[in-house]
């Protein structure tokens, strides 16, 4: 088995899970890049291991079990075993997504990334992460999946769009993560979930305010938290998002 702490990080070729990669390579870690289409990942991995990160790509479509179960394999081989699993991939669905105008297929498509590409790609890797003496779990999210900020007098800046099948996927997420949390108190897995706040990404056709850098912060530190951190917890740069 390695040494070096082992990471994946799901959406890895671009944007905010790139910026991760590259956060927790820096560390020293060896970083698993998951990406589903075979140029963008190769590129990704050679752009992290010009700047001397420990990168391998992982072919990895979240919403697709023989690709999960081959990326298990592919880490088994490599690592015998994940120290820290970074759910990062989603999408948004295409805007706009008004209640009173959405095709119900939209919906089916962003929960089947967002929110079943999460419980299917943390159930797979589970086996390897509870041979980690330190696994951590990390769920990007976003604050607007936050049912406390949707409720509350805001403008966008804040809680986004209107948007009926992105903002609840993650509010789906979130829900879901607490459950992973309750059936695995009393193990030594941590599961947080990070928001990177309003980041220029694709996902947003480049109009968030933050780097994707900036964004990657959160999840760096809740991949990195002391075996006596948080678990169950819901964090933005400045600190606890409400649920
Ligand atoms: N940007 C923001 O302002 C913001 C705010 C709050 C939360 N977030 C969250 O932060 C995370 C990263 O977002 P981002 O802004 O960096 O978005 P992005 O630039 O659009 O990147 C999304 C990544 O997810 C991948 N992906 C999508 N569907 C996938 C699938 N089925 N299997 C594997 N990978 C898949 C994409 O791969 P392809 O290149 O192949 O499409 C891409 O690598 C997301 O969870 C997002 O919801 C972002």
Not at 2 to 22: D, F, M, Q
Not at 71 to 76: G, N, P, S, T
Request: charged content about 20%; proline content about 6%; aromatic content about 4%.
């Amino acid at each position: 088995m390695s040494e070096r702490t082992i990471a994946l990080v799901t959406g890895a070729n671009k944007g905010i899970g790139y910026e991760i990669a590259a956060g927790l390579g820096a560390l020293g870690w060896s970083v698993g890049v998951g990406a589903r289409d075979d140029r963008r990942r190769l590129a990704a991995v050679e752009k992290l291991r010009a700047a001397g990160v420990d990168a391998f790509g992982v072919p990895l479509d979240v919403t697709d079990d023989a690709s999960v179960t081959a990326a298990v394999q592919l880490i088994e081989d490599r690592a015998g075993r994940l120290d820290v699993l970074v759910n990062n991939a989603a999408i948004t669905g295409g805007m706009p997504q008004e209640p009173t105008r959405v095709d119900p297929a939209t919906i089916r498509t962003v929960v089947e990334t967002n929110v079943i590409g999460v419980i299917r790609v943390t159930n797979a890797m589970l086996p390897l992460l509870r041979r980690s003496a330190s696994p951590r779990i990390v769920n990007m999210s976003s604050s607007v999946g936050s049912l406390t900020r949707q409720s509350a007098t805001g403008g966008e800046q804040s809680i986004g769009p209107v948007a009926v099948a992105y903002a609840p996927s993650k509010t789906f997420l979130n829900a879901v993560t607490l459950q992973y949390v309750r059936e695995l108190s009393g193990t030594n897995i941590l599961i947080n979930v990070g928001c990177p706040g309003y980041v220029a990404t694709d996902l947003n056709g480049f109009r968030g305010v933050r780097t994707p850098e900036q964004g990657a912060a959160i999840a760096v530190k809740l991949a990195t938290l002391p075996d006596d951190g948080p678990t169950g917890q819901f964090f933005e740069d400045a600190g606890p998002v409400p649920w």
